[in-house]
């Protein structure tokens, strides 16, 4: 592994980790911000990363230790090889060039992960199958959640809840007088942006109540009624995709950020973690 990061093999590195944990392209795409079809050709070898942005988004997405993230961003093996250790033989842990790349690292990408200029190009890159398949924990946010509602098939996320996931779902008040601000913003006809809700709503409900009984409580779902600012979608308490609202802008027109959880209390996850609580406190069980 560490000839394949110092010589900056990508192809090779996908290849080791895929042979130790049989992941599949598309789950380590989600891991490291690429789709199925960037991984397949980085594999391949029609595709040769070089750009140190993407190999730090590799890097942080793989979670690779200090020694790794330098041999590959200075790709010299040298850096991976025995600690450094004092006169009187104590073990430096972490060596000083070491700690500094790392320092470097976190304060220049923090730990958003990636950027898309759209909603229709976050969700053409990063599917939804991809991001909740395997979810055991997903909390939104939001107007209408199309992301879960409408791109997410209503049988998959009954499967989800019976193999144990919890979801807690928090939809803007198809009533109230936040949505009909947003749909005043974005130049609609009074009542579009309300129906679409109420339309995800019933069908989230209707996937609720046909549960078990006993198991009905893992889909959690409430309203609330406050200025849109952004739609929030928190997974197993690691992955964060956080949509922003922009004036006169449909919300597909929107940026969106894919943020991975790095520290536990500093970063932007957190931030939006404590923005979801905040909201899911005052929200209306439904």
Known sequence: ????????????????????????????????????????????????????????RISSGLCMPTDARVVLMLGDRSHGTAPTTTSSGDVIATPYAQTLAEDALTERYADVEAVYPSRSEFTSKMPPHALFDCATDIRAVGLSLNLICQQYADSRLAQLAQDGARLRLLFLDPAGAAIRQREIEEG???????????????????????????????????????????????????????????PHARGVESPTMVIKKRWPAAGLYHVFERTFDELWSGGQPR
Do not use: K
């Open 1 to 56: 592994m560490l000839d394949a990061l110092a010589a900056r093999d990508i192809a090779q590195v996908f290849r080791l980790i895929q042979r130790e944990t049989r992941v599949s392209q598309t789950h380590l795409g989600v891991a490291i911000g690429l789709s199925q079809a960037q991984v397949s050709e980085i594999i391949g070898g029609s595709r040769r990363v070089s750009s140190i942005d993407v190999l730090t």
């Open 188 to 246: 609609m006809t009074a009542g579009t942006l309300g129906a679409l809700t109420t339309l995800n709503l019933q069908g989230i409900l209707r996937v609720r109540d046909r549960l078990p009984a006993d198991i009905r409580d893992r889909i959690e779902v409430a309203t609330y009624d406050q200025t849109i600012r952004v739609n929030i979608t928190l997974i197993n308490d690691s992955l964060c995709v956080a949509q922003q609202y922009l």
